[in-house]
């Protein structure tokens, strides 16, 4: 049957009324049900996790809060970017995980204040995560699992070649060389031979820091050129593995046997056990001189209410509900899929899963060693040092003569950011 | 009066009302997705816009003056010009090669120009990705790895390795192997121009075919398209963006080198920064350079003279 351009429009049309009709109608609110028909509506998005039933889970969360109705969304790629430009809009979410927030959102009145939803739960959270979302005295966003990074090893490889764990950073160096085959690396530090996801780490394990508590560069000192250098061997000598399919995250290099040593997260354990067995152990990064310190890095999503919240009072009761009151779900959320420390720590030291072999040791390490990236350090610090440690490690630049400049980077984003307190 | 101003706007013929229905859609959309985006731009650029579009702090040009005499943008500007010495000629020599062979062929030529013009239609991220994650990686799988083992050659780490910059290879083949394809048809179009009287005269005065008859016909007769070509490649390696973000960034961030001006301005703008008056300033500086370059290599190749 032929048809005219007439009576084409006119379908068209049709169809486009009857899609405008369904979608007013709200027919299309992906829910099977409608329980929580003429309710609030709290928009909340969360990175994508790589754990299957995550996703799910914190659907089944969402849909047990009865006094709002709650849309959750799963947002693939590049998460805090979407969400760092979606705050500058009205139509970005009202309730959101975020690994922040930033200083500047915080100063830029993007997040609203959420001290009273913890009250006496307040001594409950891990301090070490609570801080870097505590500015001026409030609380803006509540953690909700901690994660780490840990060194992990291969034992198998590691007694064939006659290496014992590397407890100081020449070992780790010298164990690296030793471990080194045609076809296996010693250490896997990430693509980008280690700036991108050792950061801070091995300033702590140095004794250092990034931002002093009174607010100043950490690391102006000789020692941390020194530390910074010997990265450098790691690269030169050729120990470290680069260009493999999947970057540090994921294990996938230590369980192909691509390394013999991977720096990973905690979320990791559980695929390393699955793949490996017993034959693997953890470390935190190991110290160097004589004033260093084993460090791990620990980090917290938090959720965080937008300041452009629709109904800041719901968002706010339904992120108390969730991650302060529904302690259940906070241990379900970080156990039963991925594998993450519960940022209450009555959780965490009754969790049956951390309390042995490697997962118990990473949280002792957390404990002993953990550092959280100071709020202070803004995001073109970070550049700035990121920058300088590629140049170190794989160009062979000057240490002393790079971290000079980032010490006067940085001095100048404090100022920044201090003139506007 | 009404019916004269009604009739005014509409014009003889309705043909005012006709020109605005046709083009009235795409001048607003012009205006308010390119127009209006690149006039706040300018206007943010003088302010200092943290995590905000609508900034009260007026700080004149001092996010100019921040970036030019940030080391990292100028990084960015001299990644731009060793990518371009290497694209531009490259991607001109491939191009115009191809042009050359599939006007040659007698047989199958539509075949032959649709296979070297499919890789156009790929993504620039698909692409880079099939480059970064089988190709070019830096395990013994990876297909250049592999090819590598056979002669005995240890491994590479094509992206990571800075000394020798292995890197410019992936880059720079992975955007030949996308681009080759478009300049090849518009070569094709120009060959196609070049009337056969011009080799027939030529045959006819000794030369001799190949060399001699590319060199004093061809090539002279392909100046125009020659022209509009390098013109276009210079400007898109200047916007170079999809594959150097790809190959090259993680989920931390991005290594200071093979950083192109428009990858910095992003991660300053819109990474967790939020810079965006600082941001906004790189770009106003960006698009003045893209515009100068074009303008002087323009006048240069006299493109746009009555001769042409």
């Known amino acids: ?421 | 009066m009404r019916g004269t101003c009604v009739r005014g706007l509409l014009g003889p013929q309705n043909r005012h009302l006709w020109f605005w229905i046709f083009i009235g859609p795409f001048v607003l959309g012009l205006t308010l997705f390119t127009y209006v985006p690149l006039a706040w731009s300018v206007y943010l650029s003088f302010f200092d816009a943290h995590n905000t579009v609508s900034p009260t702090d007026f700080v004149g040009l001092d996010n100019y003056a921040a970036m030019l005499g940030d080391d990292a943008f100028t990084d960015s500007l001299v990644t731009f010009l060793v990518f371009t010495a290497f694209i531009v000629p490259a991607t001109y020599a491939l191009s115009l090669s191809l042009a050359l062979m599939v006007n040659r062929l007698r047989w199958a030529q539509a075949f032959f120009r649709s296979v070297f013009f499919l890789p156009v239609a790929c993504s620039y991220v698909v692409a880079a990705l099939i480059w970064k994650m089988s190709i070019f990686n830096g395990v013994r799988f990876g297909l250049a790895n592999t090819v590598l083992d056979w002669f005995g050659a240890d491994q590479i780490a094509w992206l990571s390795t800075t000394d020798p910059p292995w890197y410019w290879l992936v880059i720079v083949t992975v955007r030949l192997w996308l681009q080759a394809g478009f300049y090849m048809v518009l070569f094709l179009a120009g060959l196609q121009r070049i009337s056969p009287r011009l080799y027939e005269a030529a045959a006819v005065d000794g030369a001799r075919p190949g060399w001699q008859v590319f060199r004093h016909i061809t090539f002279p007769q392909l100046r125009a398209t020659s022209v509009a070509v390098v013109l276009l490649l210079v400007i898109n390696a200047f916007q170079a963006f999809d594959e150097f973000y790809n190959l090259l960034s993680d989920s931390r961030g991005y290594p200071p080198y093979a950083r192109p001006p428009l990858v910095y301005l992003y991660y300053t703008a819109l990474g967790q920064g939020q810079n965006l008056g600082l941001g906004s300033a790189g770009a106003v500086i960006l698009a003045l350079i893209i515009a100068v370059v074009t303008v002087v290599q323009a006048r240069w190749f006299g493109l746009g003279r009555k001769d042409d």
């Open chain 1, 1 to 421: 049957m032929s048809m005219s351009r007439r009576r084409l429009l006119g379908a068209g049309g049709g169809l486009a009324l009857t899609g405008a009709l369904a979608a007013a109608c709200g027919s299309n609110t992906g829910r099977d049900g409608d329980d929580h028909a003429g309710q609030p509506v709290i928009k909340q998005w969360y990175h994508q996790y790589g754990e299957p039933g995550t996703e799910q889970a914190v659907r089944r969360y969402a849909d047990a809060f009865e006094k709002a109705n709650v849309q959750v969304q799963w947002r693939p790629g590049n998460y805090d970017q979407q969400t760092a430009a979606a705050l500058l809009t009205k139509s970005g979410p009202d309730v959101f995980e975020v690994n922040g927030p930033t200083l500047d959102q915080i100063q830029g009145g993007q997040v609203v204040d959420l001290t009273d939803l913890l009250s006496e739960a307040k001594d409950d959270f891990n301090p070490a995560v609570l801080a870097p979302k505590t500015y001026q005295g409030k609380v803006w966003a509540v953690p909700q699992v901690i994660d780490t990074q840990l060194l992990y090893y291969r034992k198998s490889m590691l007694k064939a070649s006659g290496v014992e764990p590397p407890r100081s950073l020449d070992a780790l160096i010298d164990a690296a060389k030793e471990l080194t085959t045609k076809d296996v690396k010693g250490l896997f530090l990430g693509n980008d031979g280690g700036p991108g996801v050792l950061g801070g780490t091995p300033l702590n394990a140095a004794g250092l820091t990034l931002v002093t508590e009174d607010g100043k560069v950490g690391f102006d000192d000789p020692a941390a050129a020194r530390t910074l250098g010997k990265l450098r061997q790691l690269y030169a000598e050729k120990s470290l593995l680069l260009g493999a399919p999947s970057d540090w995250s994921d294990p996938a290099a230590l369980t192909q046997g691509l390394t013999a040593m991977q720096w990973s997260g905690l979320w990791a354990l559980p695929q390393v056990k699955k793949a490996l067995g017993d034959d693997f152990g953890v470390l935190p990064f190991p110290q160097d001189g004589a004033h260093g310190a084993p460090a791990v890095p620990v980090g917290a999503y938090g959720a965080a209410v937008s300041a452009r919240a629709q109904d800041k009072a719901v968002a706010k009761a339904y992120v108390k509900w969730l991650w302060v009151e529904r302690t259940d779900y906070q241990e379900d959320f970080a156990l039963r899929y991925g594998f993450h420390i519960p940022a209450r720590i009555s959780l965490a030291t009754k969790a049956a899963k951390l309390r042995q072999g490697a997962a118990g040791e990473a949280v002792r390490f957390v404990t002993d060693h953990g550092h959280a990236e100071p709020l202070l350090w803004t995001s073109a610090s970070r550049t700035a040092y990121q920058d300088a440690l590629s140049r170190i490690i794989k160009g062979g630049a000057d240490p002393d003569g790079e971290l000079r400049s980032v010490v006067r980077k940085t001095e100048a984003e404090l100022r920044r950011v201090k003139k506007k307190s």
